[in-house]
């Protein structure tokens, strides 16, 4: 990997971020983590698929709660594939009990939001993957079944399908993984590009990609990973403009960027970096 690193840096001109990354914590206590999200208070909430757990964390990394278990009632899972902490609520993708499970911030359970009792097939979900809730409140969610997103109001009630079969260029063949910026626009990783949509379900760019990313975030800028490599990509233009290598023992799940720290997660472990200019 490091040698195909090498050579994308050659034959794309793009600069190595000049930077050093120092450890400042690491928390090793996951079986299978597959996602985390930072609250509105940096509490960090961990999705962890194995043990079927959210764990709920201070700044610190010292555990606060954990609820779960195998199961389909209330605060149970069957494979937590992501979690998404906005305002002073938590969104948990319950993906093999085709449902999201809402906490508050102390993970208190509240409700559920799933389309089972629907037999319009256009509106309904199953296997959700990936969810965010934009600023507006809408529910967003990755019908990984379907191969699209499914937009909804905070009322429940649905709002568009973005990436179906209808969207031609656009249509979703394999996604896995998306965000969303400050505006709304959303950010797919389909396979080997990041297909790109606009706040209403319109396609915008595509871009195709040297690499085969893991995830993508933003927090002020968009970042892309594949195992071992953070990449960043310009919203202008849609190229990579650096590239950082990250030394970590592990394949990265998911990263996120607040001011200038860097968290990283592995399926064991998540790890807190500080960044230093040179």
């Known amino acids: 990997m490091r040698y195909i690193l090498f050579i994308l840096i050659i034959l794309l001109n793009i600069p190595i971020l000049c930077q050093t990354l120092v450890l400042e914590n690491e928390i ?12 509105a208070l940096k509490d960090i909430y961990v999705s962890d698929a194995n043990k079927n757990e959210i764990i709920k964390l201070d700044t610190n990394g010292v ?5 779960g278990g195998f199961g389909w009632g209330n605060s149970s899972f069957d494979f937590a594939a992501d979690i998404f902490a906005y305002s002073l609520k938590v969104y ?31 509106y309904s979900f199953r296997l959700p993957s990936c969810l965010a809730i934009s600023n507006q409140g809408d529910f967003i ?24 079969l209808d969207a031609g260029d656009y249509s979703l063949i394999s996604p896995t993984y998306f965000c969303l910026d400050t505006q709304g ?16 379900g319109a396609g915008r760019e595509i871009i195709s990609l040297p690499i085969n990313p893991l995830n993508i ?38 990263l996120e960027k607040i001011d200038d720290t860097y968290y990283l997660l592995t399926t064991n472990s998540l790890a807190k970096y500080k960044m230093l200019n040179e």
Do not use: C, H, W
Request: aromatic share 12%; proline share 2%; charged share 25%.
């Open 92 to 122: 948990s993708a319950d993906k093999n009990n085709d449902r999201i499970q809402i906490f508050d911030k102390d993970l208190n359970y509240l409700s559920e939001f799933s389309t089972k009792s629907k037999k319009e097939e256009d």
């Open 141 to 164: 969610v990755l019908d990984s079944d379907n191969n699209r997103i499914l937009k909804f109001n905070m009322s429940g009630n649905f709002n568009m399908q973005i990436g179906g």
């Open 185 to 200: 626009n959303l950010y797919v990783i389909d396979g080997d590009r990041i297909v790109i949509f606009d706040p209403f």
């Open 63 to 67: 555990i606060q709660k954990r609820i």
């Open 28 to 39: 090793s206590l996951f079986s299978n983590a597959t996602s985390f999200s930072i609250g």
């Open 217 to 254: 975030s933003f927090t002020g800028e968009l970042l892309i990973n594949d195992s071992f490599n953070i990449f960043k990509i310009d919203t202008q233009d849609y190229k990579i403009t650096e590239i950082m290598a990250i030394p970590v023992p592990e394949s990265i799940v998911k």
